[in-house]
C-alpha cells in the first residue's frame, strides 16, 4: 500500500514515524476520515473544512492548503486502486522531546494519510444494531476531532463486551451521541437530534442527514433528549462515515419501537444512497 508521509508518498513497508511524535506521547493531533464510493471521494470538501477547523481549535496549522490535502486523497484512492473504502488523514504537532508544552514554531506538523478498501456493513446497515448506554466522561471539546479518543475507546470497549455495536453515551442521562457516531431518534414523524456544541463532534453524516430531512419537510429538532426519551422513540439510528446510517433496534436490551429498522430510518436510507458520488438515478 502507498501512504503519505512527510510530504512523500511511500511504499508502507517504507514508512519512518519518529517515536517522538506528539502523536504518539500526547494524542497530540486531529484526524479525518473520507469515504470512498467506487473510486469517488464522498463530500471531501467538509471533511477537509472539518480538518483545518479542528486544527485551528488546538492552535495547529497543516502545512497543506484544503486543495493540495485533496490533491493527496485523491491520488492514494488512485494509486491504491480503491474502489469502495475511504481515507485515513492524521497532523500531529510533530516530532519533539516529550515536554507538554507546544514544541519550537521551526518543528512541523506530521501529516500521514492512507486509503484503504472497506466494503459498506451491509449487515448492521440493514438489519440494524443493539447499542448500550455509556456515561460520557469525556472532555469538554468533543466538536474537535482529536486523535485523543481514550473516551470513545472505553466507551466502545464496554459496549462490545455487553454484545453491543455501539455506545449511547450521556451526561447524567442527557445523550450526547455514541463512540464513533451520531445518534437521532424519531417520534411521531419528528427527528431528534443533540445541537452541534461543544458536547459532539459535528458529523458530516450528521449535517447530510439533517439537510435531507428539511429538504423533505421532515421537522428536526436540534435539541437534548434524555435517555428514558430515547427509549421511547418511535426509531433510533446512529450515522457516521462507515457506519452511513445505521438503525439501532435495541438500548440495554430493550427495543425501539417494533425491534426491526423502522420505514422512517429505511426511507432515510434511500435517500442518502442517491448522495453518492455514484448513485445512478433507476
Ligand atoms: N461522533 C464521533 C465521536 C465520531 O468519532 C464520529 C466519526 O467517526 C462521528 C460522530 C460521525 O462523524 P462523521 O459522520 O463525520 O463520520
Not at 450521556?170 to 443533540?194: A, M
Not at 452541534?196 to 430531512?213: D, P, S
Not at 419501537?257 to 442517491?274: E, H, I, R, S
Amino acid at each position: 500500500a502507498i501512504y503519505f508521509v512527510d510530504g512523500q508518498f511511500t511504499e508502507k513497508e517504507n514508512l519512518k514515524i519518529s517515536v517522538e511524535d506528539r502523536g504518539y506521547y500526547f494524542g497530540d493531533g486531529v484526524y479525518e476520515v473520507i469515504k470512498v464510493y467506487e473510486g469517488e471521494l464522498f463530500t471531501a470538501e467538509e471533511h477537509l473544512n472539518r480538518l483545518v477547523e479542528s486544527a485551528m481549535k488546538i492552535k495547529l496549522t497543516i502545512p497543506f492548503t484544503q486543495q493540495q490535502l485533496f490533491g493527496i486523497a485523491k491520488k492514494l484512492v488512485q494509486d491504491n486502486q480503491i474502489g469502495t473504502g475511504h481515507v485515513y488523514m492524521q497532523v500531529t504537532r510533530g516530532v519533539a522531546p516529550r515536554i507538554h508544552q507546544f514544541p519550537d514554531p521551526t518543528v512541523a506538523p506530521v501529516v500521514i494519510a492512507y486509503a484503504v478498501n472497506n466494503p459498506r456493513p451491509e449487515k448492521a446497515i440493514g438489519n440494524g444494531v443493539p447499542v448500550k448506554s455509556v456515561a460520557d466522561v469525556r472532555w469538554l471539546r468533543c466538536d474537535i476531532k482529536s486523535l485523543n479518543l481514550l473516551g470513545n475507546v472505553l466507551a466502545k470497549q464496554e459496549a462490545f463486551e455487553a454484545g453491543c455495536t455501539e455506545a449511547v453515551l450521556h451526561r447524567d442521562g442527557v445523550v450526547t451521541e455514541g463512540s464513533s457516531s451520531n445518534l437521532f431518534g424519531v417520534k411521531d414523524g419528528k427527528v431528534y437530534t443533540h445541537p452541534a456544541n461543544n458536547l459532539i463532534l459535528n458529523g458530516i453524516t450528521r449535517q447530510v442527514v439533517l439537510k435531507l430531512c428539511r429538504e423533505q419537510g421532515i421537522q428536526v429538532e436540534e435539541t437534548p433528549f434524555t435517555l428514558d426519551e430515547a427509549f421511547a422513540m418511535d426509531e433510533f439510528f446512529l450515522t457516521s462515515t462507515t457506519s452511513e446510517i445505521t438503525p439501532i433496534t435495541s438500548i440495554d436490551g430493550r427495543p425501539i419501537g417494533t425491534g426491526k429498522p423502522g420505514a422512517f430510518t429505511v426511507d432515510l436510507q434511500k435517500a442518502f444512497a442517491t448522495q453518492f458520488p455514484a448513485f445512478v438515478p433507476g
